[in-house]
């Protein structure tokens, strides 16, 4: 109850700097995320301190209703015609980019194993809220939004198996098969279970109700206690609040405005919560640590680069191909966020090392740069590759 009133706090306390992000994004065309990201590193020279949220309490009030309001948005028939692409992508690129991001900056630079495989897992996915705030920001829209969004909501679940691996790999957990067999089972099979169960359930409990403002709110609430079953049993919460709001999306439920959807309401807020948090905590950092987040964000993007294009010269000449302006965009557009930040939590126990840096201090400067500068560029990037919405 108590986390549930300082989310709400919180939510209400940012609900105006979210109205002038948003009305200087109109004038300017400068992403509303970008902008938050900028206040919240305003924020950081002031005497307060950012809220020391838990990794649960952030992921159950902030980040899960973000990802099923993302799922539940989701062109379904354009998923179904994408889906080897996308999981592809999601997958085998998330794996890779983890590998590509180890050895650059392990094998490459020598920096210590046990900073650069927890941050090459927390790092080698792109983020959702990031991804999904910023695109639908410049308008864009069909198969393109689709793609990204789609990729987004599923390879963070990917990463979340493989953090969990990364003690393993490190040698302070026994490594073995069974083991291996049990987490996989654990956080993705029951994760499974519980997303898609939820989806049933909450598709049967508003099919016959006319009243969208009640069938959001029900929404709202479902994933709210989706999310925390799912961590109370150990299992994804971002696999299952993402296969939740997917089914809910197939179940082709009557769609309604925006200011009767609760559910649209309370994430605009959280959203903007989210970035102002990636701005307050991540931007001191970035700063502080200099030239190694430099590096990093280049290292991701050179490991996103040797996923994307290989990945998709598989399916040339198919009928899900995908064409090389779209390939740019997935590459520039891949911005890192929340759920990494999220992976990182709490919020107060993070604390620059004065011996050097460590996974999650590097880890919250990326993602603040990479909204940055990503965030600042993707207009750019659309223009030329005649992707941008008029």
Known sequence: MTALL??????????????????????????????????????ALTPLRPPGLSRETMMTFLLAPLLFEGARAVHIPTLRTDARVILSLAIAGTLIAS??????????????????????????????????????????????????????????????????????????????????????????????????????????????????????????????????????????????????????????????SAHRDWLLRYGHLANAAVFLLIGWLGLPRAWALGLPVVVALLAVLLARSATVYPLAALFTGRRDALPSAYQHVLVAGSLRGALALALVMPLSGLSLNPDGWDAPDLTVAVVALSVLTQGLGIRTVLRRTHLLPR
């Open 6 to 43: 300082f989310v709400a706090g919180l939510l209400l306390g940012v609900g105006a700097l979210a109205s002038l992000a948003d009305r200087v994004e109109s004038r300017s065309r400068i992403p509303a995320s970008v902008l938050l990201v900028g206040l919240g590193g305003l924020l």
């Open 99 to 256: 590998l590509i991001i180890a050895g650059l900056l392990a094998g490459g630079l020598g920096w210590p194993l046990a900073t650069v495989l927890p941050f090459a897992a927390l790092i080698a996915a792109t983020d959702p809220v990031a991804v999904i705030a910023t695109f639908r920001s410049v308008g864009l829209g069909g198969r393109l939004l689709t793609l990204v969004e789609s990729e987004s909501l599923l390879n963070d679940a990917v990463a979340a198996v493989v953090l969990s691996l990364v003690p393993m790999l490190l040698g302070t957990l026994p490594a073995s098969g069974a083991a291996v067999s049990h987490l996989i089972a654990l956080e993705v099979g029951l994760a499974v279970i519980l997303g898609l169960g939820s989806g049933v359930l909450l598709s049967a409990l508003t099919r016959r109700i006319e009243q969208p403002s009640v069938v959001s709110a029900l929404h709202l609430l479902g994933t709210v206690a989706l999310a925390a079953i799912s961590q109370w049993l150990h299992a994804s919460a971002v696999l299952s609040t993402v296969l939740a709001g997917l089914w809910v999306a197939s179940r082709a439920t009557p769609s309604h």
